[in-house]
């Protein structure tokens, strides 16, 4: 009991010390309170002062009085007989159930008033809808008619609707260090309203353990300038695949209709199916295996190769049948699709 009290302890206070130095995780400094990235963070930010401010006053409070008295009627040796015996004290005991109660109620006009600040209507807003699949996450902009997996990429400063859901078991969507979680729940829209006010590379993370790669079912938001953004959905819109020339290419886009066409859609060249990644200009995406590895080599072709050997569970069959000079192939083929004069990789200073 007392070894797992103080081992608690320790982990609490490096708990402390590592969210106070920002926690790095894989080169992102992950930070729930950043107040630069959103009205929500400010939000939770300011609702966890006041609670940790009271929260404080009455560690104080109890403490010191237990202090107090432990000190004060502690045994002297020198007591004759029994201390005087009493029940109760009525002021007291009024005290500390009134004090408490008007706390609660400060705490709970302070969390409704943040509430109905944030879940104010946002006109103007762009609406995403974003569906988990076992294990990664999938993008449609209605307004826009694209599709895009694993990568949300979002304009600064306009406020965003995403419309969260998921295609087979319940996964939650998390955007670690720009706004709370929601449910993904098979058959129920929920909803995330937010303004992303800083632009970068934000680490995001299905936070309900959904199956063996859970931990591994991760994600990235690309908060671009708002010409970046309109770059991107003109292109994206205007998306045609590359007639392969390149002997290697035309090779890749044979292989990838025998092997991949049947799950995998690229826009003009394959229909694939709702359920896996959409990989229209995959040469595009920073990540690959849903935000696991760099997207590139040797990555990209182990992946290929072997996706439930690198990602536990996971529901792209392995190709043991494909020689490695196929697979690389097949890895050229995907990443010539890309989008012209964008790029989503950010230097190391903006991600968070
Ligand atoms: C039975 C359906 C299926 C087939 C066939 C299939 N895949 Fe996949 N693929 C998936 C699933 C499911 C995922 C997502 C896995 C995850 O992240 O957990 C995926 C993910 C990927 C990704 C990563 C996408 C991203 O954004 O991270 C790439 C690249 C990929 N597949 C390429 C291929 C290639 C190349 C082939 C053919 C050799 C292929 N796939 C065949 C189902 C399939
Ligand atoms: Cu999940």
Partial sequence: MLQRSVGLIITLILGMALAATGGQAGGHSLDILDSKAS?????????????????????????????????????????????????GNDRLEVMWTIIPTIIVFIIFGLTANSMFKLDKPSPGAMTVDVKGWRYFWDYNYPEYGIRNSGEL????????????????????????????????????????????????????????????????????VKVVPQEVFDKFIAEAKAYQAPIPTDPTLVKGEILFKANCAACHAIKGVSQGAPNYPDLTFFGSRTTVGSGMWENKSPYLENWIKNSPGVKPGSLMPAFPQLSDSDVKTIAAYLLSHKLEGLDFNFPNSQKY
């Avoid at 400063?157 to 260090?177: A, C, E, F, Q, W």
Wanted: with cysteine; net charge positive; charged share 15%.
């Fill in 153 to 220: 990429i979002v304009p600064v400063g306009k406020p965003l609707i995403l419309n969260v859901t998921s295609g087979d078991v319940i996964h939650s969507y998390r955007i670690t260090s720009m706004v709370g979680t929601q449910d993904a729940i098979p058959g129920l829209i929920n909803h995330i309203r937010v303004t992303p006010e800083k632009v970068g590379d934000y680490y995001g993370q299905c936070a309900e353990l959904c199956g063996p790669s859970h931990a591994n079912m991760r994600f990235r």
């Fill in 39 to 87: 009205a929500y963070n400010q939000e939770v930010g300011h609702l966890l002062r006041w609670v940790l401010g009271f929260a404080a006053v009455v560690f104080v409070v109890v403490t010191g009085a237990m202090t107090y008295i432990t000190l004060k009627f502690r045994r002297t040796g020198k007591e004759t007989g029994e201390p005087a015996q009493f029940h």
